[in-house]
């Protein structure tokens, strides 16, 4: 549900590990190119999709019959959209979530948005999530996923139904750390974006990494994740992917900041969706509720919402008052 870059690319795979799939999409351009050009072209150009991977502008349409239902929206408009589909789901779908973000106003996981909305039960719901490009993933590479759920049948299940010859998928029951990984790792990119567009290099970005990680860790042992999982594809995984690479739009976004563009240029120039711009607000206040502090998310806050110029917030972080190295976790 959901034909931006993940949604088609995740299509893609479910349908190369031998499912039969329907896509949802919202556009009508976008579903008649998927279903005769086999491509689409405003997110994936130049990726081409399996003629097996039909797309449809009705959810209903999309959803009858389905085993699994992956949503694949903004993290933000996931509560609007799901609450039209509900009807239609069906009665007893694995509903699995894409999405690497937390909601603004709630501070709820979309796991947590996905129950309520839909009134299900935890075991229906699953999480998939690793450091997996869309477009590398599109074009076959060799990448690694977890797909996590609470019943572990319900995660084999998962693994199963998407697992290819260039796709490994691994187990997990802790669904809380792996969402907090993805969504995290979102707000650390944005800090290292700014980094590489101030001109600082490796070393600079090697250390919001890493202290990035201790402050999704910290957040995670609050919230009872399982602190492994943040050592894993969920977790340094990701962080190091989307961190490293120009295909992040987190990344790219808070480099653009770093390189002197306003906050409104940037916003303009961002065309897809970087998850990590509205959730550094519901993150930070899901850290406060738990006495967990994570300056790095409290950086970007500062930046993106309360005017602080960029180098004031890298003063402060530097400036931070001495600690041990496993301080707080
Ligand atoms: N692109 C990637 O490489 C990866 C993305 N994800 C996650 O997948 C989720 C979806 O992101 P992408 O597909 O990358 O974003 P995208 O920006 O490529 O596509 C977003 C899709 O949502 C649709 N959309 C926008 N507003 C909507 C609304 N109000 N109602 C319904 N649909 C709406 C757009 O038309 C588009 O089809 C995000 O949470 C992201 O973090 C996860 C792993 C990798
Ligand atoms: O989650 C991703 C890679 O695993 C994609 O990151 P961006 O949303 O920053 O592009």
């Known amino acids: 549900m959901g034909s931006g870059s993940f949604g088609t690319v995740f299509a893609k795979l479910l349908h190369d ?8 999409g919202r556009r009508a351009e976008v579903v008649e190119a ?9 997110y994936l ?9 039909r797309a ?20 933000q408009t996931l509560r609007e959209n799901l ?42 719901v699953a999480v998939f999530t690793g450091p997996n490009f869309a477009r590398e993933m599109g074009t076959g590479q060799p990448c690694a996923s977890v797909a996590a759920c609470v019943d572990e049948d319900v995660a084999q299940r998962l693994q199963a139904a998407s697992m290819t010859p260039y796709f490994r998928v691994y187990t997990s029951t802790d669904v ?20 590489v567009g101030l001109g600082f290099g490796d070393s600079t970005r090697a250390l919001i990494m ?35 690479s120009p295909l992040s739009r987190n990344r790219t976004f808070g480099e653009n900041l770093g390189r002197g563009m306003t906050l409104e240029q940037v916003i303009a120039a961002t065309k897809q969706t970087a998850e990590g711009v509205k959730s550094s607000e519901p993150v930070l206040e899901l850290a406060r509720k738990h006495n967990v502090e994570m300056p790095i ?16 917030a890298a003063i402060s972080l530097i400036s931070r008052s001495p600690k041990p190295e496993r301080y707080g976790v």
């Open 17 to 24: 590990a031998g499912g039969e799939v329907t896509l949802w």
């Open 34 to 42: 998927i279903n005769t050009r086999h491509e689409n072209p405003d």
């Open 45 to 53: 150009p130049g990726i081409e999709l399996p003629a097996g991977v």
């Open 56 to 75: 449809t502008l009705d959810p209903a349409e999309a959803l009858a019959g389905a085993d699994f239902v992956a949503l694949a929206v903004p993290a």
């Open 83 to 124: 609450t039209q589909w509900v009807p239609a789901l069906p009665p007893e779908a694995v509903l699995i979530s894409l999405m690497k973000g937390v909601e603004l106003g709630t501070t709820r996981r979309m796991s947590e948005v996905i129950r309520e909305v839909a009134d299900v039960p935890e075991e229906r």
């Open 176 to 195: 809380i750390g792996c969402e907090l990984g993805g969504a995290v790792k979102n707000i650390v990119a944005l800090c290292v974006g700014v980094v």
């Open 210 to 244: 890493t202290r990035g990680l201790a402050e999704i860790s910290r957040l995670g042992a609050a919230l009872g994740a399982d602190e492994h999982t943040f050592a894993g594809l969920a977790g340094m995984g990701d962080l190091i992917a989307t961190c490293s």
């Open 297 to 312: 998310t409290e950086a970007v806050v500062n930046v993106l919402y309360r005017g602080m110029p960029i180098k004031d």
